[in-house]
């Protein structure tokens, strides 16, 4: 719940004033990734991503980030709210809400279990100290895992039941592609609805989830950082977020999901990575380099992909 009683600056990053599905993206590096990378990271996704939000799953991660985000503050694009996503168990969220709110996140994710179908017995109800603890420090935000089909009034259900234990402006729900259950209308114009998005790269995956969630009513889609191809670092990540998120937003574009994410170009010397970036922004900022001769140059066993 928004701690002033104003819409939260998740609600306002996650909901389009045009009716259009944002984006948000989960961030996760490796521990050996320095500060530097961090802070680079987190600048580009806010100014060449255009994401709506940031997820983070790492503290140390999570301030870096943070302090990022804040030098942003009175410039534009300005800073995007972050959200942390606890890594330990239940037994450790008190803890971990605190960590948090002093790292100066906007919100605290918390796992609620998982939904089969129409039962709720996998619901987990939110720890009262938990609430506590997160009480006028930031916003706890519930995640429900969604497995099966699940009707309207069977979800309307489970988050009334979840709403017992905590009071919530904004849900995530996670599902079993490629189902997701549509949103009643009265639930989207009271509560912020974001769909998390966990598949493979490439092959056009991520723009279906995406698709999926804005045509069954869902205000924003968070990207996981599983849906990054494993052989790309911390700065190429940033690369691959711009395209990813540049190529997304474009519905009328022929090529919604073809622009491809690594390509097979030999480069020399220490040039490399610079090249290597320089063509990838290239291309995905003017996508016409893929009307033609595109298929030549991908080479599927050097691990090439193509699509979003």
Same mark, same amino acid.
């Given at each position: 719940?928004?701690?002033?009683?104003?819409?939260?600056?998740?609600?306002? *990053?996650?909901?389009?004033?045009?009716?259009? @599905?944002?984006?948000?993206?989960?961030?996760?590096?490796?521990?050996?990734?320095?500060?530097? /990378?961090?802070? /680079?990271?987190?600048?580009?996704?806010?100014? $060449?991503?255009?994401?709506?939000?940031?997820?983070?799953?790492?503290?140390?991660?999570?301030?870096?980030?943070? &302090?990022?985000?804040?030098?942003?503050?009175?410039?534009?694009?300005?800073?995007?709210?972050?959200?942390?996503?606890?890594?330990?168990?239940?037994?450790?969220?008190?803890?971990?809400?605190?960590?948090?709110?002093?790292?100066?996140?906007?919100?605290?994710? @918390?796992?609620?279990?998982?939904?089969?179908?129409?039962?709720?017995?996998?619901?987990?109800?939110?720890e009262s100290d938990v609430?506590?603890?997160?009480?006028?420090?930031?916003?706890?935000?519930?995640?429900l895992k969604l497995a099966?089909?699940?009707?309207?009034?069977?979800?309307?259900?489970?988050?009334?039941?979840?709403?017992?234990?905590?009071?919530?402006?904004?849900?995530?729900?996670?599902?079993?592609?490629?189902?997701?259950?549509?949103?009643?209308?009265?639930?989207? $114009?009271?509560?912020?609805?974001?769909?998390?998005?966990?598949?493979?790269? &490439?092959?056009?995956?991520?723009?279906?989830?995406?698709?999926?969630?804005?045509?069954?009513?869902?205000?924003?889609?968070?990207?996981?950082? =599983?849906?990054?191809?494993?052989?790309?670092?911390?700065?190429?990540?940033? *690369?691959?977020?711009?395209? *990813?998120l540049t190529s997304l937003?474009?519905?009328?574009?022929?090529?919604?999901?073809?622009?491809? =994410?690594?390509?097979?170009?030999?480069?020399?010397?220490?040039?490399?990575?610079?090249?290597?970036? /320089?063509?990838?922004?290239?291309?995905?900022?003017?996508?016409?380099?893929?009307?033609?001769?595109?298929?030549?140059?991908?080479?599927?066993?050097? &691990?090439?992909?193509?699509?979003?």
């Open positions: 719940m928004a701690l002033n009683g104003l819409p939260s600056a998740i609600t306002q *990053a996650s909901r389009s004033p045009v009716g259009r @599905i944002t984006l948000s993206v989960e961030l996760a590096t490796a521990n050996d990734a320095d500060e530097k /990378e961090v802070s /680079e990271l987190s600048q580009l996704c806010r100014v $060449k991503a255009k994401t709506s939000c940031i997820f983070v799953k790492e503290l140390e991660m999570l301030k870096i980030i943070v &302090g990022e985000q804040q030098t942003a503050i009175g410039n534009f694009p300005g800073p995007v709210p972050v959200l942390y996503e606890p890594s330990g168990s239940s037994d450790t969220y008190v803890a971990e809400v605190a960590a948090a709110a002093a790292a100066g996140a906007d919100a605290f994710v @918390i796992p609620v279990g998982e939904m089969m179908t129409s039962e709720t017995d996998g619901i987990i109800m939110p609430v506590s603890a997160a009480d006028g420090k930031l916003e706890l935000i519930p995640e099966g089909s699940v009707s309207e009034d069977e979800l309307l259900g489970a988050l009334d039941t979840i709403r017992h234990s905590v009071a919530f402006d904004t849900v995530i729900l996670s599902c079993d592609f490629p189902t997701a259950p549509s949103l009643p209308k009265e639930l989207v $114009k009271s509560t912020t609805v974001i769909g998390r998005v966990s598949v493979d790269p &490439g092959a056009g995956q991520l723009s279906e989830a995406v698709q999926t969630f804005e045509k069954c009513g869902y205000n924003g889609a968070v990207i996981s950082s =599983t849906c990054v191809p494993r052989m790309i670092g911390v700065v190429g990540s940033g *690369a691959y977020w711009q395209a *990813a937003k474009k519905r009328s574009s022929s090529k919604f999901a073809g622009v491809r =994410t690594r390509v097979s170009t030999k480069w020399s010397g220490d040039a490399a990575p610079t090249a290597w970036l /320089e063509y990838f922004q290239e291309a995905a900022d003017t996508s016409g380099w893929l009307d033609s001769g595109a298929e030549e140059v991908i080479d599927s066993d050097g &691990g090439d992909w193509k699509g979003f």
